[in-house]
């Protein structure tokens, strides 16, 4: 009997290993950053804009972790014109965000969440996304774009990603497990005494 439950005991370790090494996914790290300007659809008073209608003259700011490769990316490229999406301030989503293609990789991020904060001559646009890196999983993370009238709509950009757990999560639950599963033959043999 007693050998039996040491091979249940062996085989649930192994799955919570199992299950640990499964769970490690390729997982964006790091962090991205973009300055240039915008325009709304009243540059003259944000409080009356609506969307941003272009993004033009950008140029990366700093780039960490995976996107560290991108700070090389040559500021006189034609796709800095193109890598930001117009969107309304009402938008509930975006997608893509934004986009850039350096050495045949794909960089991405999609806003899934859109808030925008405006004052006469400010904006905060923020929310959350999902960033993607050609070869590496889809990552959760989060962005916000400032811009203010002062010297033509100046824009700057930020995103991060989540930082993965390295598959400890499950290995956790999976010894969580075992530790239950102790327990429950220890107090399977407990007996209550009434007195």
């Known amino acids: 009997m007693k050998f039996i439950n040491s091979i249940k005991i062996a085989a ?3 799955l919570a290993l199992a299950m640990g090494s499964a769970a490690r996914a390729d997982l964006i790290n790091g962090t991205i ?4 300007t915008f325009s709304t659809d009243n540059n003259a008073d ?3 804009a609506t ?6 003259g950008l140029t990366f700011g700093a780039a960490t972790g995976d996107y560290a490769p991108l700070s090389s990316f040559p500021a006189t490229s034609s796709v800095y014109l193109s890598a930001f999406t117009p969107f309304s301030f ?8 934004w986009t850039v293609v350096n050495l045949g990789i794909t960089y991405s991020f999609d806003a899934t969440s859109v808030n925008v904060t405006t004052t006469q001559n400010s904006i905060i646009a923020q929310g959350n996304g999902i960033a993607s890196i050609t070869g590496k999983d889809s990552t959760l993370g989060t ?5 203010n009238s002062a010297g033509g709509q100046a ?11 390295g598959g400890m999560t499950a290995v956790m639950v ?5 530790g239950m599963s102790f327990f429950a033959r220890r107090h399977g043999k407990l007996k209550l005494v009434k007195g």
Do not use: C, E, H, Y
């Open 46 to 48: 944000f409080t009356s």
């Open 143 to 147: 962005w916000i774009i400032t811009g």
């Open 12 to 14: 649930t370790l192994v």
């Open 155 to 165: 824009l700057t950009f930020s995103a991060s990603s989540a930082v993965p757990d």
């Open 174 to 178: 999976g010894l969580g497990f075992i």
């Open 51 to 56: 969307a941003f209608t272009s993004f033009s």
């Open 90 to 97: 009402a938008a509930t989503s975006v997608s893509p965000l």
């Open 33 to 36: 950053g973009f300055v240039g």
